[in-house]
């Protein structure tokens, strides 16, 4: 087969999951065009990714929950509220960063276990249960920020999670550029490639089938490219934000978790067929717990990223999240049918929402109109994963 | 990544073609209602049918038979228009004119009906509703007439001879009756075609029998039946003609006129060859060790707030296949599920002993871990994972056997899947094609492996051969045989007799939750279990 032959053929064959990469590269373009170009700076890339983190997480957390068939609407003042909590800490008992974090995330996952109780024991309705979490953290918020209003939090710590980036070293060579974030993008490539060698290799001492050689090296320089592209764009800013440290870290654990270990097959066994999964020796209960518990924990992040974001803890604060994390995890493929969906691709649907905002934002379209074009790419990014669905293999 | 799909030819034999036989004479006119000829229908990599001709007379009940996946339901999907025209090539003449439906509702217009294996009533509404869904009386254009509803939905029961009242909620009937329900329904939209998908596979002896009147009865008023059945018995009490699929071709159409319709004609035309005994020979072994033992077994659903098992003593020895025989709904499934764990959450009293030592079972998992298996009755529902791929389904059980510290390894499943596929002969390019794509029989296959891969002392397998074609059948009996010899134990629910005629040593009869008598295979006959299932 030829190389063209070839290429189309894994498209086609893959359509659905190189699809969002698409949209996305697309929409990206389109706002580096009407921008003139600031879409695409070092500056509005840095804050793009800074803005996107706190719905990332969530998203990532919401795509198992979704995967369950559950859904979890609490998130949202969830983390608001624990924010609150934590520059509560901070600035009345002068609890320091470092110790508030790690009570926060406990929290977090506590919150998550609680509303599991009544979806796993009891089999109420997780729509309902969270719509009850919504409201009770709804007014936690409002009862703790009810004396002081919005909580300045000054732990500089706390604050860097949010605005800060990660240190450079003063080499002397190539000015202005942030040396550190670029040898991290050598060495994510690097990474990138030993590992696609090496499965590659494996898969071929056990006789399976692997991508074309042609196909094989032209998606380790494309994604190779993709990610010397984004280096070189951060570097040329600030470097690597702790936030995306910090998201990059959980896709990470959640995405080995997800694909590699028996924990995560046990999450899509489930959401796939429950009474299959209960039948074939599967803690469907044990499994609620632990993604709800996730949820909750990553809720904590979210609120711990977004208060450390504003510097401040408001009455606000995750007023609308779960909406943002739900849309991000559909955009991205995830299946309200529930057994499918990759917490990869509830990553891209977060930036492919956030995206629109920004890009939108920069070309100063109205909010109401914003709001529009967000509601049309969500509903056409689920009925392309609808319709491709239909016809995949 | 899939692959180009190759559908292998089942057994690779000849393909006999005769050429089309139409009655001539009797109760049956020689005018064809439905003429199909020559339909071609590809799916991306297979060719599901390829120059099909089927051709019904006016009146008559025509069967189709076939293995699974020789293209049964895709002929009656493009009759139904479910697959429209210009996905098909070829031509469907029906009352004279070519039609060409674009969707179901087309061909319903001109009256075909199809009822399918999976019903489609809507159990939470009465049964006045569901029969006239999607076809109200209205009163006016906006507003339903619901009193010549009932009215007219208690003539239609009447006619598929059902005795209910028509204001019962379809989900307080039993699967026979709702089977019943539909046909009345496909009668109340005046239907000449009337198309039935495997009926009889989830029903009784006795609704099967009720059904297969009611078709008789349907014939006498001039309705048109095509009949799909994997019940060879029943095809040949009931057909007129018999039309034989295989591999996606026209094999033969044979008549009951001319007394071409006989069991072993039929096998020896879906398969290609003939069988000569479709129960494999096994010695039957005698061996003492008890591997199974269940004492003063006593179960309470708290759902349906009633005993379903009482004082139920049964056990099971090493390398022994037994058989447990009654009627649907007597609680042979609930004995299964109750034994294996206990996943619907009955009270449970009595002690079950495995290699004579007591076992306390309270999830599937400490059941999977104490040796035993539970392959589900219904596959689609508690057994597999459709939307996932074979390799993931095989190993779902016994993950921890291929993982290393929670890490699952991707290459040794797709080993042990490929195995299995070679081992049991499941029928796919692929191990990485997903289970919904499969056909029944090898979906049920990919079941028995996932239960086979937990390495167990004791099977059960509840209906194994449920809605499989003979070939199928038949290696799945082969393969028990080859387990038993291994020294595996097999418990065998089924509501076939000749089945658990054909492979049991023991025989278990269970009625309304009891046991009502246990039978050595050389004592056993159709007969006494019958009475003792039925008494």
Known sequence: ?393 | MALAVIVPAFFGGKIVMNTPIVNKSGTTSNTPILEMRSITKTFPGVKALSDVTFQVAQGEIHCLCGENGAGKSTLMKVLSGVYPHGEYTGDIVFGGAVQKFATISDSEKVGIAIIYQELALIPEMTIYENIFLGNEIKKNSFMIDWNETIKQANEAIKKVKLSVNPEAKVKELGVGKQQLVEIAKALSKNVKLLILDEPTAALNEDDSKNLLQLMRDLKGHGVTCILISHKLKEVVEIADSVTILRDGQTICTLSAKKGEISEPALIKHMVGREIDNIYPKRAHKRSDEVVLEVKKWNAYDPNLGRDILKDVNFNIKKGEIIGFAGLMGSGRTELAKSIFGNPGGYHLKGQIFIKSKEAHLSHPHEAISAGLAYVTEDRKGDGLILMQDIKQNITLANLWEIADRGIVNGNAEIKIATEYRSSINIKTPTVEQRVSNLSGGNQQKVSVAKWLFTKPNVLILDEPTRGIDVGAKFEIYTLMNKLVEQGMSIIMISSELPEVLGMSDRIYVVNAGRITGELPIEKATQENIMELATS
């Open chain 1, 1 to 393: 087969m030829s190389f063209t032959q070839n290429l189309q053929k894994v498209l086609k064959e893959n359509i659905r999951e190189y699809g969002m990469y698409i949209a996305l590269f697309v929409i990206m373009a389109i706002f580096a065009v009407t921008t003139k170009g600031t879409f695409i700076s070092s500056r509005n890339i840095a804050n793009l990714l800074n803005q996107t983190g706190y719905i990332a997480v969530l998203a990532v957390g919401m795509t198992l929950v979704i995967v369950i068939r559950h859904i979890d609407l609490s998130v949202g003042f969830l983390a608001g509220f624990l924010g609150a909590v934590a520059a509560i800490a901070m600035k009345t008992w002068g609890v320091p960063a470092i110790i508030i974090i790690p009570v926060v995330l406990a929290l977090g996952a506590l919150a998550g276990l609680i509303i599991a109780y009544p979806v796993a024991h009891l089999g109420v309705p997780s729509f309902v249960t969270s719509l009850a979490g919504w409201l009770i953290y709804r007014g936690a918020i409002l009862w703790v920020t009810a004396g002081t209003g919005t909580i300045i939090i000054t732990d500089p710590v706390f604050t860097a999670i949010g605005n800060g980036f990660i240190p450079d070293i003063p080499l002397g060579i190539l000015p202005g550029v942030h040396k550190v974030t670029l040898l991290l993008g050598l060495i994510g490539i690097g990474l990138f490639i030993y590992s696609e060698f090496s499965s590659r290799k494996q898969k071929e001492a056990y006789n399976f089938e692997v991508l074309p050689q042609n196909i094989f090296f032209l998606k380790l320089a494309f994604v190779s490219a993709l990610i010397a592209a984004v280096t070189w764009v951060l570097a040329g800013y600030n470097g690597l934000s702790w936030t995306v440290v910090i998201v990059l870290i959980v896709v990470a654990i959640y995405h080995f978790v997800t694909t590699q270990t028996v924990l995560g097959r046990h999450i899509y066994a489930v959401g796939g067929n429950p009474e299959a999964a209960k039948l074939s020796g599967i803690n469907v209960n044990r499994i609620i717990f632990i993604v709800f518990g996730s949820m909750g924990m990553l809720s904590a992040l979210s609120g711990i990223l977004f208060a450390a974001r504003l510097k401040s803890a408001t009455t606000t604060a995750g007023t609308l999240f779960e909406l943002d994390a739900i849309a991000a995890a559909y955009v991205g493929g995830v299946s309200a049918a529930g057994g499918v969906g990759k917490v990869t691709g509830s990553i891209i649907g977060a930036l492919v929402m956030l995206s629109l905002t920004s890009g939108m934002n920069l070309m100063s379209i109205d909010i109401s109109a914003q709001y529009m074009v967000r509601g049309v790419v969500l509903a056409a990014a689920v009925i392309f994963d609808v319709m491709t669905r239909t016809s995949g293999k």
